[in-house]
Nanobody
Framework: QVQLVESGGGLVQAGGSLRLSCTAS????????MGWFRQAPGKEREFVGA????????YYADSVKGRFTISRDNAKKTVYLQMNSLKPEDTAVHYC????????????????WGQGTQVTVSS
């Protein structure tokens, strides 16, 4: 397993941008599919997007497609979530996760999780 630490959350106005980072410890980071999930109060954790182990493939939930971009730097053991055109409904704790499955979109396919970082979008 890898240990994951997210950073970059905060308070932003609607229409603004934030970039989240997730840095891993461990030697096998480059072998993992890396995903981002989020959980709003009273709601289930939902898939945001993910990037393949080489960074060649990305896929997103419909709710963020065209606004969010995931990338990774395997040399830095870091995955990023660039969030543009933020909306109040994007308010949630955002988590990064590492998993072995290709095109993993459900939380059960990931076996290592960060502690989460809060993103709050004001209207």
């Amino acid at each position: 397993q890898v240990q994951l630490v997210e950073s970059g959350g905060g308070l932003v106005q609607a229409g603004g941008s934030l970039r989240l980072s997730c840095t891993a410890s461990g030697r096998t980071f480059s072998s993992y599919t890396m995903g981002w999930f989020r959980q709003a109060p009273g709601k289930e954790r939902e898939f945001v997007g993910a990037v393949s182990w080489r960074g060649s493939s990305t896929y997103y939930a419909d709710s963020v497609k065209g606004r969010f971009t995931i990338s990774r730097d395997n040399a830095k053991k870091t995955v990023y979530l660039q969030m543009n055109s933020l909306k109040p409904e994007d308010t949630a704790v955002h988590y990064c996760a590492a998993g072995w499955s290709d095109r993993a979109t459900t939380w059960s396919e990931y076996n290592s999780w960060g502690q989460g970082t809060q993103v709050t979008v004001s209207s």
